[in-house]
């Protein structure tokens, strides 16, 4: 699993800015603020991304991916959950493997093994044969939102 400590924390802060976001490091074995799921995985609160040296690549670009797709008003009043809703938990996992091109060493398929090995499932069993195959309804949720092109299947 890619972790934040195995690539460049500079390059996931620069994109995360693009995005109106802020990457903030959590000093290693402390508790993450706004995680979901708890131990190494991302927290989110507001316009903040947190993570640890241990955190998984694919985690932080989920809870990345998850503020993205909102409105900023509706960011600043995300903590810890950010939606209920399947068909934006469906495009934040097509996003965080986008994501993943846009950070040096990192790419969407070793995002999409990642997601695999971290125990994502999805109907056609695995995240890639989900984001090449099965999610034509997220690629256009994206699209529709100016973030991703469906067409060439990239960040727009």
């Known amino acids: 699993m890619l972790t934040l400590s195995d690539i460049d924390p500079t ?6 800015a693009r995005y109106g976001l802020q990457l903030e490091r959590v000093a290693d074995g402390q508790p993450i603020p706004g995680s979901y799921w708890g131990e190494c995985e991302a927290g989110l609160i507001g316009h903040n991304v ?3 040296g241990d955190t998984p690549v694919h985690s932080l670009l989920h ?5 993205i797709v909102l409105p900023p008003e509706r960011r600043a009043q995300v903590h810890t959950d950010a939606t209920d809703s399947i068909e934006e938990e469906d495009a934040v996992c097509v996003l965080q493997a986008l994501l993943g091109d846009a950070l040096p060493g990192v790419g969407r398929e070793r995002v999409l093994a990642d997601m695999d090995g971290w125990g994502y499932t999805f109907r056609l069993g695995s995240a890639r044969a989900y984001f090449e195959h099965d999610a034509d309804n997220a690629w256009q949720w994206l699209h529709e939102r100016g973030l991703a092109d469906s067409g060439t299947r990239t960040l727009a």
Do not use: C, I
């Open 63 to 67: 809870e990345a991916a998850h503020l």
């Open 11 to 16: 390059a996931v802060a620069a994109l995360l």
């Open 50 to 52: 947190y993570a640890r």
